[in-house]
């Protein structure tokens, strides 16, 4: 049974940081693409950053330069880490795995991804103060 459980996130004032983790179960989690998204009341589920089956990486447009994506393989651990935050990355945050054999990173992040990753988590809320 694939889980994903998300933590980290939390309050915090603008220039801030966060890190992220998204800890995942009951399957390969080394062999598969793994993405964040986020999504605010009202409005449309967006990615944030994606790691490909290839070992691509990446990352909207929005927050290029400010997050970084990982994955701990022996940890079974995705991290995002979010650095100079911004009000306007206030959401809740959701990592997603699709086992998929082959999946970039842009597929993760495009339509396909976005809206059908195999498994997601729950969320974790982030909230950026001005």
């Known amino acids: 049974q694939v889980q994903l459980v998300e933590s980290g996130g939390g309050s915090v004032q603008a220039g801030g940081s966060l890190r992220l983790s998204c800890a995942a179960s009951g399957y390969d989690f080394s062999d598969y693409s793994m993405g964040w998204f986020r999504q605010v009341p009202g409005k449309e589920r967006e990615g944030v950053a994606a790691?490909?089956?290839?070992?691509?990486?990446r990352y909207a447009d929005d927050v290029k330069g400010r997050f970084t994506i990982s994955k701990d393989n022996a940890q079974n651990t995705l991290y995002l880490q979010m650095n100079i935050l911004k009000p306007e990355d206030t959401a809740m945050y959701y990592c997603?795995?699709?086992?998929?054999?082959?999946?970039?990173?842009?597929?993760?992040?495009?339509?396909?991804?976005?809206?059908?990753?195999?498994?997601w988590g729950k969320g974790t809320l982030v909230t950026v103060s001005s």
């Open positions: 997603a795995a699709d086992l998929a054999l082959t999946m970039t990173a842009n597929e993760v992040l495009g339509v396909k991804g976005t809206y059908g990753m195999d498994y």
């Open positions: 790691i490909g089956t290839d070992g691509s990486i």
